[in-house]
């Protein structure tokens, strides 16, 4: 895979690279998930609409008595999407582990490409769907050791993101608030040092703002900061139209990764003219303390 | 015999293989994984994976998720 060209009829667009991870190359830098929404309809349109590429999926038992015939599989396009599995509401490395593993086995069975990775999720606590750190760093060195490509879902503590990425993760994926919250991305000072702290001497190493996303200015804001992607679910899905907000966050991880890209100005206190001041016809009301 | 399928006790007949079992159960698609005690069956094995009395299965599936 070459460049990705956002829009080569626009001269203005700077050409970016697919957002590489491990041995996963995504044209869309936006992942989202199929959780949440009202019908299936509405999430295979609102998919399709986020231009992502990848998707995220849950792993449950199958229900025997009250089968309705009706499979995830059947409204999402395995042969032209990657499913990331996640293991979404495991407390304990143990039941973690035993769901990658799980999730690899019916992505193999489906022939999709995602069966070798993982989001992992090892959660602490109920209430704020906080992941469990030392959890989630023991079952990364397991998974890592049975050759899966984990995605860690963390907080956005900078020492835990550096241990997992030591362990072995393949992108670290520090949340922006508490999952489903849509608070959007409360410490980004954070999200600075994380990115620093992984990205030192390792510039692709990938970084996915995953969580707390609550609005398209949120995604962009992950993606200004240097976030090599964005990775969310309810926004969209709970929105009031999942549609325009699918669009909406597709053309935000855009505008974003653009910005960061080209390269925003430093702020400054004072402000600095748009105009040249030469020639202009006015006269000046205070004493010219300024400097230039 | 009985085995348990995701915790539910399921009446079957003495030396059902995994596919009969779960054709029995209505589950036809290949979008699952199977655990037997702990263990993934690959669903290569499915057809001639005999299962015992006590034996417990886990069916699993994807859904939805973020």
């Known amino acids: ?292 | 015999m009985i085995v348990q399928v995701n915790e539910q006790a399921v009446e079957t007949t003495t030396g059902i293989t995994i596919l009969d079992l779960l054709k029995q159960l209505d589950i036809t698609t290949r979008h699952i994984a199977v655990e037997v005690n702990l263990n993934i069956v690959p669903f290569e094995d499915h057809d001639d994976t005999i299962l015992h009395d006590g034996d417990r299965l886990e069916v699993v599936t994807l859904v939805g998720g973020g």
């Open chain 1, 1 to 292: 895979m070459g460049t990705v060209v956002v829009n080569d009829l626009d001269v203005g667009t700077k050409e970016d690279s697919p957002l590489k991870i491990g041995p996963f190359e995504l044209n869309s830098r936006l992942i989202v998930g199929s959780g949440r929404y009202e019908n299936a309809t509405m999430m295979r349109q609102a998919l399709d609409l986020s231009g992502s590429d990848c998707i995220t999926v849950a792993i449950r038992r199958e229900r025997l008595h009250d089968a309705y015939g009706d499979n995830l599989l059947d409204h999402i396009d395995s042969d032209q999407t990657i499913l990331l599995p996640n293991t979404a509401g495991c407390y304990s490395a143990k039941d973690a582990i035993r769901v990658a593993h799980l999730g690899r086995e019916i992505l193999r069975a489906l022939g999709n490409p995602g069966a070798d990775w993982v989001k992992l999720e090892c959660l602490g606590d109920s209430r704020t769907l906080l992941p469990d750190p030392i959890s989630t760093l023991e079952a990364t060195t397991q998974l890592v050791a049975d050759g899966f490509h984990v995605l860690c879902y963390t907080t956005d503590d900078p020492v835990t993101a550096r241990r997992l990425k030591q362990a072995g993760a393949a992108a670290v994926m520090p949340a922006g608030s508490p999952i489903g919250s849509g608070q959007g991305i409360l410490n980004p000072n954070n999200i600075r040092i994380i990115l620093e702290y992984l990205k030192n001497e390792d510039p692709e190493y990938p970084v996915i703002v995953d969580a707390g996303i609550g609005t398209a200015s949120d995604a962009a804001q992950a993606m200004e900061l240097g976030a090599d992607g964005v990775l969310l679910n309810t926004a969209i899905a709970h929105a009031r139209q999942p549609l325009v907000m699918a669009t909406a966050m597709r053309h935000a991880t855009l505008a974003g990764r653009q910005a960061f890209l080209a390269g925003r100005i430093p702020k400054r206190l004072y402000a600095a003219a748009s105009s040249p001041m030469e020639g202009v016809i006015a006269t000046h009301p205070f004493p010219r303390n300024e400097t230039k």
